[in-house]
Every structure is written in structure tokens, then in C-alpha cells.
């Protein structure tokens, strides 16, 4: 008789990684112990250092996984590839749409990116993504002739990055209480009229 398939469970890597950002997300506190995620991914101590290091780059790769775990690939898809001047509002729209899932840790790394240098690492890596797609698509803009002319692309992709900052979304959405889809209208409708040439 057969024996039955086993699932193969995930690698040690990707159990730390899954751990720390669950356990950073309940917590709502970046200085979650190392040993707490041992426990919950079921590794010793020393394999979370075999595999990282130190707690910056665990920081910074937890955050990296929930980017390959989540529905990113549709941000770098509008900022890269998808057809202008339509990919300004899918990129506005599918970045917004991603913000929510992230928002708890993304919060406490903006925080604490202040004061300790592990969380700036991993923060600072996800402003630079978010600029350089920022970039890349300002670059589509401007060389498919649809940005105005007052704007150089490294202004546009300034002024998309401040626009889109994780920071405007939370203080008009998560303080004051703004719809999130009333948010993204106002900010998709604000870039078009301030970057994009009328027809």
C-alpha cells in the first residue's frame, strides 16, 4: 500500500522570518526577545543567529519576507511595465491597498527608526524600494511624453514618494479617520492633475 504524501514543512529560514513578524505584530513592539522567536518557530537561540546574525537583519528580512509573502508584485509591475499614464493610479491604488497589511509593523519601525539603528536599517530599506519605484515610474512618465514639462523625473518621483508616504496614510486614515478608498481617490486625482499632461 502506498505510503501517503507528506507536506514538506517550510524551511528553518522562513519559520524565523514568519515567527518574528507575528510575534512583532501581537506584540505591537519591535524588541520582541530572540528567544520568544525560537519558541514560536521551533528553532534554538542559535539558529536564528546561524541564519541572521544579529537582530538587524532579522528585522530587515522580516520585513522583506512579508513583501514576497504579500500581493507586492503589483506595486514593481505599475511602476515598471504596466501601459502610462494609466500605471500612475494602478501603482497609487495597489500600493495603498498593500499598506493595511503592513501598517502594525511599518508604524513601529517609522518609531523607532528615531532612536535605534537596527529598526532605521529596515526601515530605510523600504523607503529606498518605494523611491526607486517612485523613480521608475516617474521615468515612464517623462519619456513617454505624458509628464509636464515644469517636472524633472526626480522631481515627480519626489513628489509620488511624498504623496504616497506610509506616514500621509496613516495620519489621514488611522487618525483622523478618513475612508481608505476615499484617501486613495484624493491622492490618485491629486498626482494625475499635479504630474500628468491634460489631453
Given at each position: ?135 521608475a515610474l516617474a521615468k515612464?512618465?517623462?519619456d513617454g511624453g505624458v ?14 514618494w511624498h504623496r504616497t ?35
Amino acid at each position: 500500500m502506498p505510503v501517503a504524501a507528506q507536506s514538506t514543512p517550510p524551511d528553518t529560514r522562513e519559520r524565523i522570518l514568519a515567527a518574528t513578524w507575528t510575534l512583532v505584530e501581537e506584540s505591537q513592539d519591535l524588541k520582541v526577545r530572540i528567544a520568544d522567536i525560537a519558541a514560536a518557530a521551533g528553532v534554538s537561540r542559535q539558529a536564528v543567529y546561524l541564519h541572521f546574525g544579529n537582530r538587524a537583519n532579522l528585522l530587515l528580512a522580516a520585513v522583506q519576507y512579508r513583501d514576497m509573502t504579500s500581493p507586492t508584485a503589483g506595486i514593481a509591475r505599475a511602476a515598471e511595465t504596466d501601459p502610462i499614464p494609466g500605471a500612475l493610479a494602478t501603482f497609487v491604488e495597489t500600493w495603498f491597498a498593500h499598506i493595511p497589511r503592513i501598517q502594525p509593523v511599518a508604524r513601529l519601525l517609522s518609531a523607532a527608526s528615531q532612536t535605534d539603528p537596527e529598526a532605521r536599517v529596515a526601515w530605510d530599506d523600504r523607503m529606498a524600494l518605494l523611491r526607486r519605484l517612485s523613480f521608475a515610474l516617474a521615468k515612464r512618465l517623462a519619456d513617454g511624453g505624458v509628464l509636464k514639462p515644469e517636472w524633472t523625473p526626480g522631481q515627480a518621483a519626489d513628489w509620488i514618494w511624498h504623496r504616497t508616504h506610509l506616514d500621509g496614510w496613516r495620519h489621514l486614515v488611522g487618525e483622523c479617520g478618513w475612508d481608505a478608498a476615499d484617501y486613495r481617490r484624493c491622492v490618485c486625482t491629486s498626482l494625475e492633475r499635479d504630474l500628468l499632461k491634460t489631453k
